[in-house]
């Protein structure tokens, strides 16, 4: 692996409380492009504490998280912020879709923060993205109006909004039965393998997790194995427009 799209570096995360509470404990992990990663482990064993370090929504007590190459330790919250925004597509267990607006409006509220588009370009875009993701005719109704299969995709287009090269999912399926479920995974596994970004996917669903290319498991905050069933996709492969490096601006 050249630069690792994502990198944590011997880090610690130990909450300061009167017992201080260790969540995740010197972890060391480097994801690539295009690769898509399962973080499994029992209940309580850090695996969201680390997708929020990871994703930049919480920061090490020591040890250092690494976007693109780039240290995030000394970057002020606003800096982060933005790098989140261009950078990191979240999907958590419940989809967390704002009720009073449309599904359209929902996908385009990233790239309206971000207002590097048009509102022309954001509604071609998040068309584009829902079409893919076959919500094509759902787009004018409210996320109430679907399924929870559905409202999931939803929440999986407005990640891709802003075409980041990262994708962290939190129990995405956790609420899903088995047939939306495989929806969800089918389309996190395209993201990974033919647009080439990072997706890293907490889940208890040990099927899943064994079909993705690499399962991280923890066990106490500690990463107790890492195994790869597929080779490393070549650095060449893949990485579609936007996704081969994270702006830091
Ligand atoms: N704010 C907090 N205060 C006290 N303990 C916390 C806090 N946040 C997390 N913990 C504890 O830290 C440990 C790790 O939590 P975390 O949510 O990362 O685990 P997890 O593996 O994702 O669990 P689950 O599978 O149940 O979601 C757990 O024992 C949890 O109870």
């Known amino acids: ?20 509470v260790r969540l995740v404990e010197d972890v060391d992990l480097a ?23 990871l994703g930049i929504l919480d920061a090490p007590t ?17 800096q ?3 790098l989140r925004l261009r950078g990191i597509g979240f999907v958590f267990q419940f989809h967390f879709l704002l009720p009073e607006f449309s599904v359209i409006d929902n996908v385009a509220i990233p ?40 409202r999931q995709r939803v929440a999986v287009a407005r990640a891709l909004a802003n075409d980041p090269p990262l994708i962290l999912a939190d129990e995405p399926t956790g609420s899903l039965d088995s047939a939306a479920s495989e929806q ?7 993201i990974a393998g033919q647009d080439g970004k990072s997706v890293i996917a907490v889940t208890h669903d040990t099927d899943m997790a064994e079909r993705m290319d690499r399962r991280v498991h923890l066990i ?3 990463i107790v194995s890492d195994e790869r069933r597929r080779p490393e996709r070549p650095t060449g492969r893949a990485p579609g427009p936007g996704a081969a490096g994270i702006p830091l601006e």
């Open 31 to 53: 994801v690539g492009p295009g690769e898509l990663v399962a973080i499994t482990g029992p209940s309580g064993s850090g695996k969201s504490s680390l997708l929020y370090l």
């Open 80 to 82: 982060r912020a933005a």
């Open 220 to 222: 106490d905050g500690r």
């Open 62 to 78: 020591s040890g250092e998280i690494l976007l693109n190459g780039e240290k995030t330790h000394a970057m002020t919250s606003d």
């Open 1 to 20: 692996m050249s630069v690792p799209l994502v990198e944590a570096r011997g880090v610690t995360r130990i909450l300061p409380l009167t017992v201080p």
């Open 184 to 190: 969800v995974f089918e389309i996190l596994s395209d």
């Open 111 to 150: 790239m309206r923060r971000l207002g590097a588009l048009s509102g022309r370009e954001i509604e071609a875009r998040s068309a584009d993205i829902l079409t893919r993701l076959g919500l094509a005719d759902h787009m004018r109704k409210r996320p109430e109006q679907l399924s929870g299969g559905q």
